[in-house]
């Protein structure tokens, strides 16, 4: 489920005290590998490493809290950019956002402040497919992709495959690309080889 379990793993098993920051950074690397244990890839294991290291003093509300509530304000200035220019496909399947580099610097913006942001659309209930493209430096579209489980969405779509015919990769419900182009051009490439995943009935709504 995560490299973390390893760890936590191989450190019982050598008989190794953990202290404190120890175990908040193997915490730490367990929720975010797991979608704080919402990922498929969640098991057992997972969960009694991270029941354990709470037994150890570990605080499931002050991680949570260092992890997804320290954003700066940037964050939700970019966040506001990026859902003006939701747009959705296929009957409301795919859900499509982009991001340009005015948009960073209106919002006095990092590319790190966009982490994570392609899981916004996820919230609504018709989305399979979530993408999220941001205009880099040099003409390089950074382009995130994410996917819900087939038991929820009744669809298996993997976006790795997509990323990979953008020359990206990653994991079957994550994944990313960086294309070279005009932000315009690759999010109409990029619309098109997901709605051909989609399946034919893909249409624009």
């Known amino acids: 489920a995560s490299a973390c379990s390893l760890l936590y793993e191989w450190s019982r098993r050598m008989g190794w005290t953990l202290d404190a920051p120890a175990r908040s950074a193997i915490f730490s690397g367990l929720t975010t590998d797991t979608g704080w244990f919402r990922f498929p890839s969640t098991d057992g294991r997972t ?3 991270a029941g354990e290291l709470i037994e150890a003093g570990v605080r499931p509300d002050v991680m949570y809290a260092r992890l997804y509530e320290g954003h700066r304000p940037a964050r939700l200035r970019l966040l506001r950019e990026a859902l003006d220019t939701l747009r959705m ?10 991001l340009t580099r005015p948009m960073f610097l209106l919002s006095d913006a990092q590319p790190s402040d966009s982490e994570d942001m392609v899981n916004e659309p996820l919230a609504i209930g018709s989305v399979v497919v979530s993408v999220l493209l941001s205009e880099m430096e040099g003409g390089v579209i950074r382009v995130n992709f994410r996917s ?7 669809r298996d779509i993997d976006v790795a495959a997509i990323a990979r015919h953008f020359g990206g990769g990653g994991h079957r419900r994550a994944a990313g690309a960086r294309v070279e182009g005009r932000l315009d051009e690759v999010r109409e490439q990029v619309i ?3 709605r051909a995943a989609m399946g034919p009935s893909a249409s624009n709504c």
């Open 47 to 49: 969960l009694r490493a």
């Open 89 to 98: 496909v296929d009957k409301g399947g795919i859900a499509v956002m982009w």
């Open 148 to 154: 819900r489980s087939p038991e929820i969405a009744g």
């Open 192 to 194: 098109e080889a997901v």
